[in-house]
């Protein structure tokens, strides 16, 4: 009896976190130019993609041809990249919350998926050394609420007379 239950409340805990529409996402960032330091400021180019099902995130040939932003089927609002450093850290950085609505670049209707690309460049205070991270959108409530997040950590610490880059791709994984 003891073992039944105990799985019966161990389902009931995994059993949100398998949500169907979301497949992975990356989010990477590199300098527009990483050997030219001239000044207290930096470009950066941030760039974010996820694949989800294509039920929820529908997309064809006339929206990549015509460089058109899918929507979830839900209506939630477009994700967000928002600093998630202390205040402080986030305010000196002169990071600014960036709305990242996709653009859709690929689907499969055989493997039911479709994935999207936005990308953005900032002006960052050089030395700046935070966290930004995706919000908002189509990730499942339990997810949200317990501030899971696809997080990227942003370091422009000049090395060698350069500025850094994100490591290589990071692939985080919805079940």
């Not at 993609?49 to 477009?78: E, K, M």
């Not at 850094?164 to 990071?170: D, E, I, Q």
Request: glycine share 4%; proline share 6%; charged share 10%.
């Amino acid at each position: 009896m003891f073992v039944h239950l105990s799985f019966f409340f161990l389902w009931q805990l995994l059993n949100p976190s398998f949500a169907d529409h979301y497949k992975g996402g990356t989010i990477s960032w590199k300098p527009v130019n990483p050997s030219v330091i001239s000044g207290p400021t930096v470009d950066i180019t941030i760039t974010e993609r996820h694949s989800w099902t294509l039920s929820r995130y529908p997309c064809n040939y006339t929206t990549i041809d015509t460089f058109g932003v899918y929507n979830d089927t839900q209506a939630d609002p477009p994700a967000s990249l928002t600093c998630i450093s202390d205040l402080p850290t986030c305010t000196s950085s002169s990071y600014q919350t960036i709305a990242s609505p996709l653009f859709c670049t690929d689907y499969s209707t055989v493997f039911q998926i479709s994935t999207g690309t936005y990308y953005t460049t900032q002006t960052l205070a050089i030395n700046s050394v935070i966290d930004v991270a995706c919000r908002g959108a189509s990730w499942a409530v339990e997810i949200t609420a317990n501030a899971w997040s696809l997080v990227t950590h942003i370091d422009l610490t000049p090395v060698s007379g350069k500025i850094n880059t994100s490591p290589g791709k990071v692939i985080c994984f919805e079940y």
